[in-house]
């Protein structure tokens, strides 16, 4: 069974950085894309960025691009997304997630796993 655990979230400032990170088990890790997804209070999830099987693909929301980065350690069967320059816009609950596909997706619908999440609040 596959499992995603998520770490790293918590209480920053605005223009502070923070990295999550995620630990999956189950499979072999490092045959599969991964991808970071958010729920702030009230809206819908939606995708934050993705990276392939190889590491060699990565695709951004526009509203991230820039001030965060994904990378996976396949090594440790971990996926991180180190996040800069965080605004109040960035609060939400960050789930990590992994499908079917080595490819880095964008769309919530490829992916069949998910981790329980971890909050980030961005205070202003």
């Known amino acids: 069974q596959v499992q995603l655990v998520e770490s790293g979230g918590g209480l920053v400032q605005a223009g502070d950085s923070l990295s999550l990170s995620c630990v999956a088990s189950g499979r072999t890790f490092s045959s599969y894309g991964m991808g970071w997804f958010r729920q702030a209070l009230g809206k819908e999830r939606e995708f934050v960025a993705a990276?392939?099987?190889?590491?060699?693909?990565?695709y951004y929301a526009d509203s991230v691009k820039g001030r965060f980065t994904i990378s996976r350690d396949n090594a440790k069967s971990t996926v991180s997304l180190q996040m800069n320059s965080l605004v109040p816009e960035d609060t939400a609950i960050y789930y990590c997630?992994?499908?079917?596909?080595?490819?880095?997706?964008?769309?919530?619908?490829?992916?069949?796993?998910w981790g329980r999440g971890t909050q980030v609040t961005v205070s202003s």
């Open positions: 990276i392939s099987a190889s590491a060699i693909s990565t």
């Open positions: 997630a992994t499908g079917y596909s080595s490819s880095a997706v964008r769309y919530s619908s490829a992916y069949a796993f």
